[in-house]
């Protein structure tokens, strides 16, 4: 199947990084239902830096609400090549290098522009592919093998577009490197054309686009960077009988939880105010029981 080019556009003011809209239609298609009783069919790309700022607000939802819900991972193909671009505000590498700065004070999570400036994506479909096919090898490892690629060109200027990068994400998440490879180069290719066709059917037109969706598809649309309590309302508001569970905000939890977290997102889980989640972070680093690494906008905190 020939792929036209889809070009991005990034605006903090919105929230999301955008496609053109001649790149969607309205036609509608039915979700299917999922297991549990809501469903959050969530549309991204690896170098979407308004998804990667709502990571603190889903890794909350997931706390409080985690038994009613699961998230789909769709992958929708923010940048296929940066040629006969006729963009706005991002309209090549360079213009990107500005915005992920720009976008890494807005949503207070580290990214460093830098990388468009010495080794640039000339696409997001490789890792956008390499995504589905750590799909087939699983959900629970896909989604850390999306977390891991986002740390790797977020915070550490890694080219993702690089197989040598994806390799090594997949090595450091339990992926079979040789299965990633192979399917890389075969099946997941399809699933990454099937996943653009959905979302040209559902109309999206940027990201993160997130359909919250419940058995009966019902479905309430929550598109862009939002607070989260927008996220939380739209649960809500398609399973009323959902009661917000408590958990345990310690960092021994958390990092129990999640073995990596920004600033930001132990701030947002642990309750604690951005300044004084760093002051803390930094005295458990200080102390030996967490690790760092440490990027030019931010730290990432590491389980020991």
């Keep these: 199947m020939e792929t036209k080019p889809i070009m991005m556009h990034c605006d903090i003011e919105t929230g999301a990084c955008e496609i053109p809209v001649a790149q969607a239609t309205t036609e509608d298609t039915n979700i299917a239902a999922a297991k549990k009783p809501i469903k959050l069919l969530y549309f991204t790309d690896p170098i979407c830096s308004s998804c990667w700022g709502i990571d603190?607000?889903?890794?909350?939802?997931a706390l409080e609400y985690g038994p009613y819900f699961e998230v789909e991972y769709r992958?929708?193909?923010?940048?296929?090549?940066?040629?006969?671009?006729?963009?706005?505000?991002?309209?090549?590498p360079k213009s990107v290098a500005q915005h992920w700065e720009e976008a890494g004070a807005y949503y207070e999570m580290p990214i460093d522009g830098d990388?468009?400036?010495?080794?640039?994506?000339?696409?997001?479909?490789?890792?956008?592919?390499?995504?589905?096919?750590?799909?087939?090898?699983?959900?629970?490892?896909?989604?850390?093998?999306?977390?891991?690629?986002?740390?790797?060109?977020?915070?550490?200027?890694?080219?993702?577009?690089?197989?040598?990068n994806l390799a090594l994400a997949a090595e450091q998440t339990g992926l079979d490197v040789a299965q990633l490879k192979s399917d890389f180069e075969g099946k997941a290719v399809e699933?990454?054309?099937?996943d653009l066709a959905l979302a040209r059917q559902l109309g999206v037109r940027g990201?993160?686009?997130i359909f919250v969706t419940?058995?009966?598809?019902?479905?309430?649309?929550v598109y862009g960077s939002r607070p989260y309590e927008q996220y939380e309302q739209a649960l809500l508001q398609l399973h009323p009988e959902a009661k917000k569970q408590e958990y345990d905000t310690t960092?021994?939890?958390?990092?129990?939880?999640?073995?990596s977290l920004t600033t930001k997102e132990?701030?947002?889980?642990?309750?604690?105010?951005?300044?004084?989640?760093?002051a803390y972070l930094q005295e458990l680093h200080a102390e030996g029981k967490i690790g760092k690494y440490a990027s030019k906008n931010g730290a990432l905190w590491l389980k020991q």
């Design 56 to 61: 603190p607000q889903l890794k909350k939802l």
């Design 214 to 221: 419940d058995e009966n598809d019902k479905r309430v649309l």
């Design 115 to 164: 990388l468009w400036l010495e080794d640039p994506l000339p696409s997001s479909y490789p890792p956008s592919i390499a995504f589905k096919a750590a799909q087939l090898q699983g959900e629970e490892k896909a989604a850390a093998f999306l977390r891991r690629i986002k740390e790797m060109i977020f915070l550490e200027k890694k080219n993702i577009a690089r197989w040598d």
């Design 266 to 278: 132990f701030a947002v889980l642990s309750g604690l105010e951005t300044g004084e989640a760093e």
């Design 207 to 209: 990201f993160p686009t």
């Design 251 to 259: 960092y021994t939890s958390l990092f129990a939880k999640y073995s």
């Design 191 to 194: 699933l990454f054309q099937k």
């Design 75 to 92: 992958m929708g193909g923010l940048l296929s090549s940066w040629d006969a671009y006729g963009g706005r505000d991002v309209n090549g």
